[in-house]
T-cell receptor, first 115, second 109 residues
Framework: GAVVSQHPSWVICKSGTSVKIECRSL??????MFWYRQFPKQSLMLMAT?????????EQGVEKDKFLINHASLTLSTLTVTSAHPEDSSFYIC???????????FGAGTRLSVL | GIQVEQSPPDLILQEGANSTLRCNFS?????LQWFHQNPWGQLINLFY???GTKQNGRLSATTVATERYSLLYISSSQTTDSGVYFC???????????FGKGTTLSVSS
């Protein structure tokens, strides 16, 4: 299957700082990329969907000014958590696909801890 | 949007037993995937199965799209099968997979 690389795998930061998470599709061009968040013992919740060169579409309840998404190319999307607070501590997972109806490939996730 | 429900929420088995996990979805789908989430959080894709039946070793899956459900079968379970199994589906109008709440499987020796 195709590979999605996510970096970093683990990050610890102080409250009030910003953190950037990178998501790369290594061997395919991702028409669309997705960002999910998972709290302990819970399921994955979709945060936003992005297409290359377009503004991201955020799910209801997700603050677009706190979670900045940039989809600069068909192989790279970034999620920046701005002014992070302890309640933003979570597991963030990115995903990409080649288009609707196709399989979605997932990165290994980034565990964010905000102190 | 599409609703995805999984059952049972928890399943406890002895090694060697067989199990069936169920996923119900509320709309026609163009994508349905089963995942196993490992202890480090990575999602391991088990099947891409919007319809039909597939098998991979001790695992198999069947999706009956007209009746809006999918089943994941695990035969001769092993302790390494323990973990959370997620079903995720996407309907025609959606762009992203929507996840069910998962089934937590515990296999003891």
């Amino acid at each position: 299957g195709a590979v999605v690389s996510q970096h970093p795998s683990w990050v610890i930061c102080k409250s009030g700082t910003s953190v950037k998470i990178e998501c790369r599709s290594l061997d395919f061009q991702a028409t669309t990329m997705f960002w999910y968040r998972q709290f302990p013992k819970q399921s994955l919740m979709l945060m936003a969907t992005s297409n290359e060169g377009s503004k991201a579409t955020y799910e209801q309840g997700v603050e677009k000014d706190k979670f900045l998404i940039n989809h600069a190319s068909l192989t790279l999307s970034t999620l920046t958590v701005t002014s992070a607070h302890p309640e933003d501590s979570s597991f963030y997972i990115c995903s990409g696909d080649r288009g609707r109806g196709n399989i979605q490939y997932f990165g290994a996730g980034t565990r964010l801890s905000v102190l | 949007g599409i609703q995805v429900e999984q059952s049972p929420p928890d399943l406890i088995l002895q090694e060697g037993a067989n199990s069936t996990l169920r996923c119900n979805f509320s709309d026609s789908v163009n994508n349905l995937q089963w995942f196993h989430q490992n202890p480090w959080g990575q999602l391991i894709n088990l099947f891409y199965i919007p319809s039909g039946t597939k098998q991979n070793g001790r695992l198999s899956a069947t999706t009956v799209a007209t009746e809006r459900y999918s089943l994941l079968y695990i035969s001769s379970s092993q302790t390494t099968d323990s973990g959370v199994y997620f079903c995720a589906a996407r309907n025609q109008a959606g762009t992203a997979l929507i996840f069910g709440k998962g089934t937590t499987l515990s296999v003891s020796s």
